[in-house]
C-alpha cells in the first residue's frame, strides 16, 4: 500500500469512527459530576413530562444496572420532594440460582430502592424452549440452542419488566450505553427493550467514574462485565465474547489510539449489528 492509500484509509476510517461517536452521543468531555446531574434531571423531567409515577429497572449485580437503579432512586426522590407521587421499583430477575448472588444483593444495598420486587424467570424460559422443541425446531448445536434459549431469558425479564410498569403506571428503564451499543451487545426487544436510557452516550470507563462517584462497591465497579445468559458457560465474561477489551471500545469512541484489527473489529461488529439499533424495517 502506498502512501496516499494509507491516508485515505486512516482519514476514512477517522470519518466512520466520528460519525458513529457521534450517531451514539458519546461526548468525552462532560465531566462526571455534570454527568450525574444531567442524567438524574433527565429522569426527573422525563417521568413528569410522562404523566407515570414509577420506575421499573431489573438489578443484575453488574455495574450498568447498578449505577442506572441509583439515578433512578435519585431521581424519584426529587420529584416526590416537588409534592409528587414517585415510586422506583428494582427488580431480580434471576434464572434460577444465579452464580453472583451476592453482587446483586450488594448493588441492592448500595441502591436502597423503594421497593424490590423478584420473578425467577427460569420455568417461563424453560417452558418456551420446551414449546419450541416439541413443535419440531430444530438447532444445530447445543450452543445453538443455548445461544437461543439466552434471548429467551433476556426477553422473558423485559415481560415481567414490562408487567410492573403496566401495573403501576411505570415507565421500563434500560441500561443500554455506547460501549454496548457500537457492538450490538444487547438482545433486540430483550435488554435492548426499554421507555427509557439514561446511559445513553456513555463510554464503559466513564460508568465505573461515575459509579465511584455515587458510591458503589469496589467490587461491583471493578468486577468484570458479564451478559450471564448462556446456560453452558455461565457467568462468560463480555470481553471473551468480543475477542477485545472494553478499554479498547471505549478508546475507540473516545478516538484515542487503537490496534488496528482491533479498530476493524468494532467496525466490523457495528455494521453487522445495524438491525439492533433502528426500527423495524417498513416498506418505502
Do not use: W
Given at each position: 500500500m ?10 476514512a ?71 409528587h ?82 401495573a ?16 450490538g ?25 461515575i ?21 453452558l ?50 416498506p418505502?
Open positions: 502506498n502512501h496516499t492509500s494509507a491516508t485515505e484509509n486512516l482519514a476510517y477517522e470519518t466512520a469512527r466520528q460519525r458513529i461517536s457521534h450517531e451514539l452521543r458519546v461526548n468525552a468531555s462532560v465531566g462526571p459530576h455534570a454527568d450525574i446531574e444531567r442524567r438524574v434531571a433527565f429522569l426527573t423531567d422525563t417521568l413528569y413530562a410522562s404523566g407515570r409515577t414509577a420506575l421499573v429497572l431489573g438489578i443484575s449485580g453488574g455495574i450498568d444496572s447498578t449505577v442506572t437503579a441509583k439515578m433512578c432512586q435519585l431521581a424519584v426522590e426529587r420529584v416526590r420532594q416537588t409534592g407521587p414517585a415510586v422506583f421499583i428494582a427488580m431480580r430477575l434471576p434464572c434460577g440460582a444465579q452464580h453472583d448472588e451476592g453482587d446483586a444483593a450488594a448493588a441492592l444495598d448500595f441502591i436502597q430502592a423503594d421497593q424490590v420486587l423478584t420473578g425467577n424467570i427460569q420455568p417461563a424460559s424453560d417452558a418456551c424452549l420446551g414449546e419450541l422443541i416439541a413443535a419440531g425446531l430444530v438447532f444445530r448445536d447445543r450452543q445453538h440452542q443455548d445461544f437461543v434459549l439466552g434471548n429467551i431469558k433476556a426477553r422473558q425479564r423485559m415481560v415481567l419488566q414490562y408487567a410492573v410498569a403496566g403501576l403506571d411505570g415507565l421500563v428503564v434500560g441500561t443500554d450505553h455506547a460501549a454496548e451499543a457500537v457492538t451487545f444487547f438482545t433486540k426487544y430483550g435488554d435492548g427493550a426499554a421507555d427509557i436510557v439514561p446511559l445513553t452516550g456513555l463510554t464503559k470507563r466513564r460508568i465505573r467514574t459509579a465511584q462517584l455515587l458510591g458503589a462497591p469496589d467490587a461491583l465497579v471493578g468486577k468484570a462485565p458479564t451478559a450471564d445468559l448462556e446456560t458457560a455461565p457467568g462468560k465474561p463480555d470481553e471473551d465474547v468480543f475477542g477485545f477489551t472494553y478499554d479498547n471500545i471505549d478508546d475507540f469512541l473516545e478516538g484515542r489510539p487503537v490496534p488496528s484489527a482491533i479498530a476493524q473489529a468494532v467496525l466490523d461488529r457495528y455494521h453487522a449489528t445495524a438491525h439492533k439499533r433502528h426500527l423495524p424495517v417498513a418505502g
